[in-house]
């Protein structure tokens, strides 16, 4: 299963952005390689050789930052990651007989901002008799009113709040399991919610 590589594929102007990128880089590395060979050959003598000589340094020193700072932001979003908008990779456990296939259910993430369609990345089933659901959204907004709503045509919607905070870091591992903040399914019968669907989730 993949993660949130999964949201977004590779293409052709992502690779040509990185060429580019690296052509640039390469530029203006050999130019200011240039400059600086050129100009650390002369000899200076009064104070403002010596100010001429530092700027030149910060000069080259900035160019360099750009150019790498700018093939780091290239080689990211080839590979479908954007380092100011993180995502949440979640995990939602309910009972087997509520869903069968990742095409059974729709997931938004709701915000005071936006909405924003999640990706279902599969279904897994458990040993306890539950299934396990996997998927990715992107954070596109910076707000703590984040709520996930799985939506099972014809057997309920349910609502998981995300307790993270506006600007969330990113996370290794996952958190622990929170119960369903609001269940509406007529399906649910005298299995107790809180008992029956869970969520975890971490940062991407």
């Known amino acids: 299963m993949t993660t949130l590589t999964s949201l977004w594929t590779e293409s052709a102007d992502g690779r040509l952005g990185i060429l580019m990128s ?7 590395a050999l130019a200011v390689a240039l ?5 650390f050959r002369l000899s200076y003598r009064t104070w403002r050789d010596v100010a001429r000589h530092g700027l030149a340094t910060l000069a080259a020193v900035a160019l360099f930052a750009f150019a790498a700072y700018d093939m780091r932001h290239a080689a990211l979003a ?3 990651l954007n380092p100011s908008k993180p995502a949440v ?9 509520m869903l069968t296939a990742a095409t059974d259910t729709q997931i938004e993430l709701h915000t005071d901002r936006n909405q924003t369609l999640a990706l279902v990345d599969g279904v897994r089933d458990l040993s306890d008799g539950r299934t396990m659901l996997r ?8 707000t703590a009113d984040r709520v996930l709503v799985v939506n099972l045509p014809g057997k309920g919607i349910f609502e998981f709040r995300l307790r993270l905070p506006a600007e969330p870091h990113r996370s290794v591992e996952f958190g622990p399991w929170h119960l369903a903040d609001r269940i509406a399914s007529p399906r649910a019968g005298s ?7 869970t969520i975890r989730y971490r940062v991407l």
């Not at 690296?22 to 203006?28: C, K, N, Q, Y």
């Not at 990779?89 to 007989?97: L, S, T, W």
């Not at 299995?191 to 669907?197: G, R």
């Open 78 to 80: 080839y590979l479908g």
């Open 89 to 97: 990779e979640f995990e939602i456990r309910m009972p087997r007989e």
């Open 35 to 39: 400059a600086m060979t050129v100009y």
């Open 135 to 142: 998927g990715a959204v992107a954070l596109n907004h910076r």
């Open 191 to 197: 299995v107790a919610p809180q008992d029956a669907y």
């Open 22 to 28: 690296a052509l640039s880089g390469i530029a203006v």
